[in-house]
């Protein structure tokens, strides 16, 4: 069974694929398909924020570079951060 993406008759002013007829709907008069945009996909991260007993969950929409950079950095924050005690 094939379940490829509908594509549209308009090709990609980049890489000359056909664009795929959702993303026109959802982006119309778009030029170019999904990996050739110019707009960097978001990425939404949970960041606990506060200190001890006050801590509470945010969701923060970060750009993509910010993601990864936000990634690399959270490793090493877990690294820092003391084992979790047990109440
Ligand atoms: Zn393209």
Redesign the pocket.
Known sequence: MKNKLKLSEQK??????F?PELRLKALPGTK??????DVKTKKPVTVQLGEGDHTYNELVILEDEQFNKYMSQKSIYKQQQPPEQSA
């Open positions: 990609c002013i980049r890489c000359e694929e664009i170019t398909c999904v990996s050739c945009s």
